[in-house]
């Protein structure tokens, strides 16, 4: 196979932690309740009209996620996940822990980056499950930016934008955490939200793209519950 | 160890044929069937009602035209947008008796005409046992019907026009006859213009009591077009003047004084113009008695409105809903013959009114119920149905059979003291029979053998649980995950009826999933630098395109999709047809080079790739060109009359030559030229392969091309099987195996992926599991005489060719076959001053190389392969067995399960018997010479 050049050693990834202060420890539980808690208020209006109550939900969705990153998780390259070295020469400077005005700056760029390059990749990747190619347009764009903002956000912000992290989150090497299996959750729970597309059932919840974005919430609370506890730093084996 | 995983593999795939065999009887019960003809008996109550011994009412028809129009759904006739004007005028003047005629699933015309002839009620069975059965004993000719008894009184003659499945079950019954083939639905008009033109000829003909007439025009508008389709309206009027025509001729020729017409449809058709399943569309045939004597019934009702809208049972529920059979008893009576002995239809009781007597019509009741009783007799052999008054406990009846037992129980009674009574009674009580007797027999529902459906799905969870034994799973892998998953999921899904009617979207589902996990699995091991054109990706991206071909399934049945987009319907066909010379294109460079490799010295090919100078390539090509380009010109000569629409821009001199061309003989060409190749390349590669063995040099075993061969030449097979429409896919599809090859996949990934694509490609060609959406149009090819084996072959190769094709590049895909072998001699290695890693990328290569070949010709590979698919045919069986065993009283039973039962029946026996275990062998036994 045409593969990428070898790869110089580098230091194992290792879970990320939460920050060590109460507020932290309290807050990470109290943010998938608001989650869940923001789309189940909305979720009514989405399955009258999904586009403009999707569009409605992303801005408290975003603050939501911002809210948790800078509360809850360490910036990328701020070296509280001992051992992580991903600073490069010529690499961004490190954010240094400390006041939260240096994590917002962060939560806002890593919102930036999953509403402007993950949506359209996770929006594709959308069509090439079999979201609607021809229709529904806007309705793919919107879930895929859901999705985004669950699973993408919160990653960008504790590994930044190092190609050979992100490699390893594709291919699920990195080892278990709460971000991380928030993510593979979120992507999960979409995936499984096309099961009751097709039954008989004739309920309007059942229409593009409602039950892919419940899916997608409800996988990101139930993958960030489990990975933060239950699987922490386990790896994913394939073998 | 390893023979006792060979006996189990085998009892496993013995236990799937006899587990469908005894799940069947259970599930289909068997049907007393009363030989011989019908004669008039006694009716065991002349003495005590006074009658005469053989006092038969007298017939009030003489003569009958039995007038079929293929597919006429009672709103063709009745509804507002009706073009029938003239039938309407008739109901409104009271001379036509107008009906909605329930007909029972498998809603396809040669189960109606057996059930319109014979009044019994054809199930899937049924359907199936004539398959099976040789030519001769699946005809009717010898079985009790109208027709028969028609013919049987007073040496009557009957004359046949129209559709050739009437001369195909009743040979050598008719004294004139012109049968069309429904051959081209593309046809409109040719069929039903050589009925028509025996009509007036036929008319004034003496000597026949007997004319039916089967126009196939309107059924084949609704296969091409729809019921919406701008020809449906004309083509009502058309069937409209016919019926002007006969109706003009009864009444003004002295001799159709006693003629009676009837004018029906055979079954519907549902939105898509398709039919054979039970929607209401489909199930919903008009049938309207017509002659001057309805008058007499009519004059004490109020006259019917014509057209009409539709009543309150539904869109094509119009006047009175009688079951089709009703037809045949009811003949029976109005023209005068004993009922025929396997009926189970129930007199039409309006047309009773055409006999003053109110005698008269409970004999004839009593004849229908007496006949109907036999059936039912021998059905419940355990209950008592004596004619003498008897001591019964009616008050709660405890099966069925005790209900009906009590309900001619209550004739019986009611009977011994009808003088006082008054016959209407006696009607009352022995519809009462007659209906329950007629419902009982046709749902059947209470007479499944409940021990052989529980036997049946239990011998299919053997030979799950054998298979299983085999899989001997310690390690819970990826692909071992993925698989039982897959397997789970469905069968908890064939419990849902819309997930088996939609039963596409697990499928696409869980294969896309699985390359997106394939795209994981290869980026864990080294990151593809594009990783957008990453082959996992690439699949994907192929599998979405392939997905969008053909819309299947009920619930966006009629989404748009690529084959009814603008793309092969616009611009005349050009893209169309140069995807599909794009097809054949490749299967012709495929071909030439199995081809140009035999016609090779085999000294000198033994190592080199394909063992071709361009000489040889040159000769591989003219040797194959001819196949190609007959199968070729014979797909645009059949596209041409059977979907002349994709031809239009072909231009009319080639289009002129094309239309000349006879199809049996083409077709013939064709198969037959895929044999000889198939027969000389096998021939050279077995002497290929002795010489191999004799010169006993290393690394001069075979490369296994003459697997590849076989795939290649099936391919164009499947290929001629297939709809010009969805040929261009077998260029998606080869892609897909390209992609495949690429991502050099482990075995038990190769049999899961194998599984995968076999399930979906069979869904990606606009197969479902309903019974109308079975594909006939490439069954009769090279078929000149009926011939219902090849026909049935036929039909499976076309709807499986998907299938048929991933299976084969399974086996390919598992053994590498016709792969390159790459020598790489290990001390020329030290040699060079190459990187180290390059060489241990190399040695890995050939290492990888060393053990493909070696997995060629290990049987072991390939019983694991067969292992892992007999436990999802297994499994699928005892999902779907157990779907039909635990919701056997639910409501979709018929529509739903019991289709979908047989498609498992088609997957688990032709598909699993035929082509993994059958071809599936042949070809890893050649690709390991
Ligand atoms: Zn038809």
Redesign the interface.
Known sequence: MSTAAPTKPRAPATPIDILSNDTAKLYTHIHPALVLSLYAYQFRSIVADPVPALLNTLLPLAALQIGYVAVCLPPTGSGTAAGVEKKRPGEKKKVVEGGIGGKIIPAFLSLVLSALVATPILTATLVLFGAPVTTHHFHTLLCGAHISLLSTLPLVYVHGVDGHTWREVVALLLPIDEVYGGMIGTVMGAWLGAVPIPLDWDREWQKWPVTIVTGAYIGFAVGKLVGGTLLKGKKIMFE | MARADAIRLALANLLIPISILIFATGFFPYKPFMPGLATYEELGWEDSMKWEKDAVPEAQFDRIVFMVVDALRSDFVFGKESGMEFVHSLIIQGSALPFTAHATSPTITMPRVKAMTTGSIPSFLDVILNFAESDTSSTLATQDTWLAQLKAKNEGKLVMYGDDTWLKLFPDFFERADGTSSFFVSDFTEVDNNVTRHVPEELANRDWNGMVMHYLGLDHIGHKAGPLSPNMVPKQREMDDIVKQIWLAMENDRMHANTLLVLCGDHGMNEGGNHGGSAPGETSPALVFISRKMHKIMKDWTPFQSPIEPGSGGEFDYYRTVEQNDIVPTLAGLLGFPVPRNNLGVFVPYLLNLWDDPMDRMKLLLRNAKQVKKIVEATFPSKCFVDTEQEMDCTSPKSVGDDLACKWQNIVQVMSITEKAGAEAAFEVIYNFLYTAQDVMSTTASNYNVSRLFLGTSLAFLSLALSFRNLAIHTI??PGLFFALTLLLYGILMF????V??EH?FW??AT??WF?TLF??????????K?IFHPA?ML??LL?IA??WNQT?Q?YAGA?DIVHSQIFKGGDGFLLWTLVGATYMDLTNRLSRHVARSIADPETAVSEEYGSTDANRVLGLIGVLPLTSTAFIFKLAFTARDAPELTKGITSGLLGFVNHIALVPNARLVFGGIALSAAWLASVEWIASRRRKGSGKRGAEGKGDLAVAVFDLMSLFLVTQTRAQNIPLYLLFRMMVFFLS?L?LPPTQITLTTLLLTQTSFFLLGNSNAISSIDLSNSYNGISDYNISAVGTLVFLSNWAGPIYFSLAGLILLGSHGRILRHVAEDELEQRDWVK?EREHLRSLVESEERVRGRRRDWGVWRRHVTLLTAFVGSALVAVMGACLVLRTHLFIWTVFSPKFLFAVAWGVAWHWGVSLGLGAGVWWVGGW
């Open positions: 892998s990826l849902a009826s819309s997930y009617e939609e979207h696409y589902w896309s999933a997106f994981i699995s290869s980026s864990r091991k080294s990151w593809f630098r990783f990706i994907l991206f979405r997905r969008r399934g619930k748009p690429i050099d890693e």
